[in-house]
């Protein structure tokens, strides 16, 4: 995968989940907020579509993409990729 601020941002985050020092209930928000964290910013990675029938789908969540004038998911908030491969 090509490296962006998002890529190295999530390598940086799930290098983080350790956390040996700290008591159970802290480590487990830690790792709750890490783990938003780090979805989050997979969505803002361009996705490219899929061909699902007649409509392209978002290959995050499965739905159907019918505005061709967007750059996220409507349902999913996943950034896409309009480069769509053969
Ligand atoms: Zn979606």
């Given at each position: 995968m090509?490296e962006?601020i998002?890529?190295?941002?999530i390598?940086y985050?799930?290098e983080?989940?350790?956390?040996?020092?700290?008591?159970?209930?802290?480590?487990e928000?830690?790792s709750?907020?890490?783990?938003?964290?780090?979805?989050a910013?997979e969505k803002?990675?361009?996705?490219?579509?899929?061909e699902?029938?007649?409509e392209?789908?978002?290959?995050n969540?499965g739905?159907?993409v019918?505005?061709?004038y967007?750059n996220?998911c409507?349902?999913?908030?996943q950034?896409?990729d309009?480069?769509?491969?053969e």
């Amino acid at each position: 995968m090509r490296e962006t601020i998002e890529s190295v941002a999530i390598k940086y985050l799930k290098e983080s989940f350790a956390t040996p020092d700290i008591d159970y209930n802290v480590a487990e928000k830690h790792s709750d907020i890490l783990q938003m964290a780090i979805e989050a910013l997979e969505k803002q990675i361009p996705m490219k579509l899929g061909e699902g029938g007649e409509e392209l789908t978002c290959l995050n969540c499965g739905k159907d993409v019918l505005n061709y004038y967007v750059n996220y998911c409507e349902c999913c908030g996943q950034k896409l990729d309009w480069e769509v491969s053969e």
